[in-house]
């Protein structure tokens, strides 16, 4: 299949090479030139402009920062008027139905143009291990035409087609919502659990096998604990823009979102103190600073073992 892909940034980048692998004729965009490089030692085209890219594609795939960008390419860059008709666009950017609509009626809708939002879980690791989990909005013929390409990303038993046009967008920033408010409701109870004296290694055991146990307990939180990494390949910039965008959804829904906007607001709090590109997990750092102490196991390798266990 012709394929532009535009955005080669932590995510991008590895999606794109997956496909090249996989035997598509890659046409390949960034507004960071240096970023194509690997891609086109692999057989890919370089475009120079957001047009060029689409041109002659017969699917387009983004994989940008966020909704103003999106736009920004699709609209005032050329890539959505440069479409042939009967091309499909998949949005693979955690964004909103609101960006990818007004693209839609300015431009694709006239031009017969079909999409699809189909934005990604699993972090730059999964991305480069092409076992990505996709969540697709839109129509089934559309779903099924992008199936192959989807499954040369992501891992076969986790590409879901969740609903119609939006929903995939919905999906995905639910997930990130609900996994940051773990993020932030673990570190409060360790912060507190461990400033009252409770061994680290024995609180977080005692919770797992709790009923309040959670996969970000158990799992994620253990890079933190285990190597003291927080997760840079993904920005806090990118987790604040993500908590934005649900944030204004409920909002717009008419949803009272009362724990989601603390939970804003706790990252934003933690992207002044830490920075934009530090990565997703820097908010559990306010916590430390509340218990006195960095969160680490004495015995990384035990809970690492424990977890490879249980996942
Ligand atoms: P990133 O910032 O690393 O990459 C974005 C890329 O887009 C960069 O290479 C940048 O140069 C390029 N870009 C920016 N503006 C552009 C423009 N006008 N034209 C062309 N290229 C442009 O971001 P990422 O971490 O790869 O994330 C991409 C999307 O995936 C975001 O919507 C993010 O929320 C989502 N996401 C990220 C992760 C993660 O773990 N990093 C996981 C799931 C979903």
């Known amino acids: ?64 920062p966020n909704p103003r960008v999106v736009e920004d390419v699709l609209l005032r860059g050329g890539a959505a008027g440069a479409l042939p008709q009967g091309a499909l666009w ?22 017969g143009v079909r999409r699809l939002d189909a934005p990604v879980s699993g972090m730059a690791r999964g991305a480069d291990a092409g076992m990505l989990q996709i969540f697709v909005g839109g129509a089934d ?29 919905t999906v995905k920033l639910m997930i990130n919502l609900l996994w940051f408010s773990h993020l932030v409701a673990s570190a409060e109870v360790l912060a507190m659990g461990v400033k009252a004296g409770v061994d680290l290694g024995v609180l977080r055991s005692s919770l797992l096998a709790s009923p309040a146990a959670s996969h970000f307990l158990e799992n994620d939180i253990l890079c933190v604990l285990a190597d003291g990494d927080y997760d840079d390949s993904f920005a806090m910039a990118l987790a604040c823009k993500d908590l934005g965008l649900a944030v204004d959804l409920g909002r717009d829904l008419g949803v009272a979102t009362e724990l989601s906007a603390l939970v804003e607001q706790i990252y934003r709090r933690s992207k002044a103190q830490h920075g934009e590109l530090s990565g997703e997990m820097s908010p559990v750092r306010l916590y430390e600073s509340l218990a006195g102490r960095e969160f680490r196991l004495p015995n990384p390798a035990a809970a690492l073992d424990d977890a490879a266990l249980t996942v």
Not at 18 to 31: E, M, N, Q, S
Not at 93 to 99: H, I, L, N, V
Not at 151 to 161: K, Q, T, V, Y
């Open 1 to 64: 299949m012709r394929i532009g892909f535009i955005g080669l940034g932590n995510m991008g980048r590895h999606m794109a090479r997956h496909l090249i692998h996989a035997g598509h004729l890659v046409t390949v965009y960034d507004t960071r030139p240096e970023a194509g490089v690997e891609h086109l030692a692999l057989g890919a085209h370089w475009a120079d402009s957001p047009a060029e890219c689409a041109r002659n594609a017969e699917l387009l795939i983004t994989m940008l």
């Open 90 to 111: 998949i949005d693979m950017s955690t964004s909103t139905p609101a960006a990818a609509d007004r693209v839609a009626a300015e431009v694709l809708d006239a031009r």
């Open 141 to 169: 013929d559309d779903f099924r035409i992008a199936l192959p390409v989807f499954e040369a990303m992501g891992d076969p038993d986790r590409i879901l087609h969740v609903g119609p046009l939006g929903a995939g967008y």
